[in-house]
């Protein structure tokens, strides 16, 4: 019989977005996106340490369709580059923003608030989307120790896979667990997002199989 999973002390489980707006009712709901709570409280309970991050966007944020008077996912070249326009959500101190019921709050040692910049979307858990404004996460982990930062969450095809590239390109290694995720899935993104974690050296795999 298989042991089951227990991370090191260098090892960190980080929990992307798992939030309101981002599960079914919500203003950006992923599909099944209520899934992955189950897992990932199951998840939290075999590492040592966990991470959470929450989108906290203020008011008319420069990512939000409506603060240009687009649709919903339609694109805009702002200052940093292109920009997916997103319906509002996750707007700060809004029910949307708050972390799903039944996700357990109880382990997370930090939460990393992303994307409350007014003028500058954010889908990695280290860096703005201009890839150059830092979140601190990275000065955190390594003050901390860990070596090996596992990642799930919502969404899987942005901000866990920013999230989990960054990671690596900061030193850390870096797995997407993947049924521990959902996707937006927004034109083929998921199968491009799975083809460039896997060529970049992010490892992807099922919470069952962690121990392999």
Known sequence: MQQSFQA???EVLVVVDVQNDFCPGGALAVRRGDEVVPVINRLASQFRHVIFTQDWHSP????????????????????????????????????????????????????????????IDSYSAFFENDHHTRTGLSGYLRDR????????????????????????????????????????DLDGSLAAALVELRTAGVSLVQSARLAA
């Open 8 to 10: 090191t002390e260098a």
């Open 60 to 119: 008319r944020h420069a990512s939000f369709a409506s603060t240009h008077g687009k649709k919903p996912f339609e694109t805009l070249r702002l200052a940093y580059g292109e920009q997916v326009l997103w319906p509002d959500h996750c707007v700060q101190g809004t029910p949307g923003a708050d972390f799903h019921p039944a996700l357990d709050r109880r382990p997370a040692e930090l939460v990393v608030r992303k994307g409350f910049r007014q003028n």
């Open 145 to 184: 120790g860990f070596q090996h930062a596992y990642f799930c969450g919502l969404a899987l095809d942005f901000c866990v896979k920013w999230s989990a590239l960054d990671a690596l390109q900061e030193g850390f290694r870096s797995t997407v667990i993947e049924d521990a995720c959902r996707a937006i």
